[in-house]
């Protein structure tokens, strides 16, 4: 049994996304974590800005964790939890399950060119270091984040986000 930690979903948020989350696989060992405590326990390593390998100790194995968040980024499971889980709370604001409008920006990020070689320097901003790119509802919910090279201009972004390539 594991402790309750703030970054646990409660039983009603578990129980909208359970669904989401693939099948174990047939033919290899049966599954042996509940995948309720797999999820809090990846939640907490996102949420506590942990390493997989500093887990609490009560939680399971981080070569597992780590194993099934690789998995579900690539299958896009993840995706799929935060756009259920955002029409969610869309919904219970008494709004449409999916926007009308969103708001799109940019941010350079500084970082130090002698740690990472591979910086691209932003000519706009006059800043080295990676641009995200995020778009949000009029509530202020994150809709989509896209990281990128500080070189890549707004406008080729912001055109790919109205086309709808940015945000799926």
Not at 3 to 9: A, C, E, Q, V
Not at 33 to 60: F, H
Not at 152 to 163: H, L, N, Q, T, Y
């Amino acid at each position: 049994m594991t402790k309750n930690y703030p970054s646990n979903l409660t039983w009603e948020k578990w129980e909208l996304i359970a669904e989401l989350f693939p099948e174990a696989k047939s033919g290899g060992r049966p599954r042996t974590k509940y995948m309720y405590a797999a999820v809090n326990a990846i939640l907490y390593v996102l949420c506590q800005e942990s390493t997989w390998r500093a887990l609490a100790g009560d939680l399971p194995p981080w070569t597992t964790l780590y194993g099934y968040f690789t998995r579900w980024r690539k299958d896009r499971t993840c995706l799929q939890v935060h756009d259920k889980l955002y029409q969610w709370l869309r919904v219970g604001a008494s709004r449409e399950p999916s926007p009308w409008e969103a708001a799109f920006d940019s941010q350079s990020v500084e970082t130090a060119t002698m740690i990472c070689t591979d910086v691209v320097f932003d000519p706009g901003k006059q800043i080295h270091g990676p641009k995200r790119f995020i778009t949000v509802d009029l509530l202020g919910l994150v809709l989509r984040v896209l990281v990128t090279s500080a070189s890549v201009p707004e406008p080729a972004r912001g055109k790919g986000a109205r086309s709808g390539r940015f945000i799926r």
